[in-house]
């Protein structure tokens, strides 16, 4: 499979910005390698901008992966 993107360092204060990508209303497929130089921080969020509380969130807390 083909990689949409690729950034080898994020400094904490760094994002990729996904226009046009919603999320998905039942299931979909993702896969992210990351070598943290942190024990916590978000590896993805998936929100929408409209002021409603519907969000998908990937986040690294104490060094365990949580899904929200």
Request: hydrophobic fraction near 40%; proline fraction near 5%; glycine fraction near 10%.
């Given at each position: 499979s ?33 070598i ?33």
């Open positions: 083909a990689n949409l993107f690729s950034a080898p360092h994020f400094s904490g204060e760094s994002y990729i910005k996904l226009v046009g990508w919603t999320v998905p209303s039942t299931s979909f497929d993702l896969r992210i390698d990351v943290p130089l942190e024990t916590s921080g978000v590896l993805l969020y998936a929100g929408d901008m409209s002021g409603r509380k519907d969000f998908v969130s990937l986040v690294l807390n104490e060094g365990f992966v949580e899904l929200r």
